[in-house]
Nanobody, 125 residues
Framework: QVQLVESGGGLVQAGGSLRLSCAASGLSFSRYDMGWFRQAPGKEREFVAQ????????YYADSVKGRFTISRDNAKNTVYLQMNSLKPEDTAVYYC??????????????????WGQGTQVTVSS
Protein backbone atom coordinates (compact mmCIF):
# COMPACT_ATOMS: atom_id res chain seq x y z
CA GLN A 1 0.00 0.00 0.00
CA VAL A 2 1.22 3.49 -0.83
CA GLN A 3 2.74 5.41 2.06
CA LEU A 4 4.11 8.94 2.09
CA VAL A 5 5.86 9.92 5.30
CA GLU A 6 6.85 13.53 5.87
CA SER A 7 9.52 14.75 8.25
CA GLY A 8 11.44 17.92 9.00
CA GLY A 9 8.69 20.19 10.24
CA GLY A 10 9.02 22.26 13.36
CA LEU A 11 9.21 25.73 14.83
CA VAL A 12 11.39 28.37 13.21
CA GLN A 13 11.74 32.13 13.44
CA ALA A 14 10.73 34.37 10.56
CA GLY A 15 13.54 34.56 8.04
CA GLY A 16 14.79 31.11 8.91
CA SER A 17 14.85 27.89 6.93
CA LEU A 18 13.52 24.36 7.11
CA ARG A 19 13.95 21.35 4.87
CA LEU A 20 11.04 18.94 4.60
CA SER A 21 11.51 15.37 3.44
CA CYS A 22 8.98 12.83 2.18
CA ALA A 23 9.85 9.15 1.97
CA ALA A 24 7.63 7.18 -0.39
CA SER A 25 6.93 3.46 -0.45
CA GLY A 26 4.48 1.14 -2.13
CA LEU A 27 4.81 2.78 -5.51
CA SER A 28 7.21 2.98 -8.42
CA PHE A 29 8.60 6.30 -7.31
CA SER A 30 10.19 7.38 -10.58
CA ARG A 31 6.85 7.02 -12.39
CA TYR A 32 5.08 9.55 -10.16
CA ASP A 33 4.99 13.29 -10.07
CA MET A 34 5.66 14.41 -6.49
CA GLY A 35 4.79 17.56 -4.65
CA TRP A 36 3.56 19.40 -1.62
CA PHE A 37 0.33 20.98 -0.43
CA ARG A 38 -0.27 22.89 2.78
CA GLN A 39 -3.24 23.82 4.92
CA ALA A 40 -3.37 26.61 7.47
CA PRO A 41 -6.04 26.88 10.17
CA GLY A 42 -9.29 28.18 8.74
CA LYS A 43 -8.07 27.93 5.16
CA GLU A 44 -8.48 25.44 2.34
CA ARG A 45 -5.63 23.21 1.33
CA GLU A 46 -3.44 24.93 -1.24
CA PHE A 47 -0.87 23.87 -3.78
CA VAL A 48 2.75 24.62 -2.88
CA ALA A 49 5.11 22.89 -5.31
CA GLN A 50 5.34 20.02 -7.78
CA UNK A 51 8.17 18.20 -9.52
CA UNK A 52 7.98 15.93 -12.54
CA UNK A 53 9.08 12.30 -12.64
CA UNK A 54 12.47 13.06 -14.13
CA UNK A 55 12.82 16.32 -12.14
CA UNK A 56 12.98 18.29 -15.36
CA UNK A 57 9.89 20.39 -14.65
CA UNK A 58 8.86 22.18 -11.46
CA TYR A 59 5.87 24.28 -10.48
CA TYR A 60 5.48 26.65 -7.55
CA ALA A 61 2.72 28.67 -6.02
CA ASP A 62 3.30 32.38 -6.50
CA SER A 63 3.39 32.84 -2.73
CA VAL A 64 6.51 30.66 -2.36
CA LYS A 65 8.31 31.21 -5.66
CA GLY A 66 11.87 32.33 -5.10
CA ARG A 67 11.88 31.12 -1.49
CA PHE A 68 11.05 27.41 -1.72
CA THR A 69 12.80 24.78 -3.81
CA ILE A 70 11.44 21.32 -4.55
CA SER A 71 13.77 18.47 -5.46
CA ARG A 72 13.74 14.69 -5.61
CA ASP A 73 16.14 11.79 -5.34
CA ASN A 74 14.69 8.86 -7.25
CA ALA A 75 17.38 6.52 -5.95
CA LYS A 76 16.17 7.22 -2.40
CA ASN A 77 12.44 7.44 -3.19
CA THR A 78 12.43 10.82 -1.49
CA VAL A 79 11.17 14.28 -2.34
CA TYR A 80 12.33 17.42 -0.53
CA LEU A 81 11.08 20.93 0.04
CA GLN A 82 13.74 23.45 0.98
CA MET A 83 12.03 26.45 2.57
CA ASN A 84 14.04 29.65 2.97
CA SER A 85 13.12 33.15 4.11
CA LEU A 86 10.16 31.74 5.97
CA LYS A 87 7.28 34.01 6.89
CA PRO A 88 4.56 33.64 9.53
CA GLU A 89 2.12 33.21 6.63
CA ASP A 90 3.89 29.94 5.79
CA THR A 91 2.62 28.40 9.02
CA ALA A 92 0.59 25.34 8.06
CA VAL A 93 0.49 21.58 7.97
CA TYR A 94 2.50 20.50 4.95
CA TYR A 95 1.41 17.39 3.06
CA CYS A 96 3.49 15.33 0.69
CA UNK A 97 1.63 14.13 -2.40
CA UNK A 98 2.11 11.77 -5.34
CA UNK A 99 0.22 11.29 -8.58
CA UNK A 100 0.82 8.77 -11.36
CA UNK A 101 1.41 9.84 -14.95
CA UNK A 102 0.29 13.45 -14.69
CA UNK A 103 1.30 15.97 -17.28
CA UNK A 104 0.06 19.25 -15.87
CA UNK A 105 0.11 21.46 -12.80
CA UNK A 106 -1.85 20.13 -9.84
CA UNK A 107 -4.99 21.85 -8.59
CA UNK A 108 -5.75 21.30 -4.91
CA UNK A 109 -9.50 20.79 -5.26
CA UNK A 110 -9.09 18.41 -8.19
CA UNK A 111 -6.18 16.35 -6.85
CA UNK A 112 -6.91 12.62 -6.85
CA UNK A 113 -3.53 11.17 -5.95
CA UNK A 114 -1.97 10.07 -2.67
CA TRP A 115 -1.38 12.10 0.49
CA GLY A 116 0.93 11.80 3.45
CA GLN A 117 -0.04 12.39 7.06
CA GLY A 118 1.35 15.91 7.15
CA THR A 119 4.01 17.70 9.17
CA GLN A 120 3.50 20.93 11.09
CA VAL A 121 5.53 24.00 10.16
CA THR A 122 5.25 26.97 12.50
CA VAL A 123 6.98 30.27 11.75
CA SER A 124 7.14 32.77 14.59
CA SER A 125 7.50 36.51 14.16
Amino acid sequence: QVQLVESGGGLVQAGGSLRLSCAASGLSFSRYDMGWFRQAPGKEREFVAQISRSAGITYYADSVKGRFTISRDNAKNTVYLQMNSLKPEDTAVYYCAADFAVGSRWIARAFRGYWGQGTQVTVSS
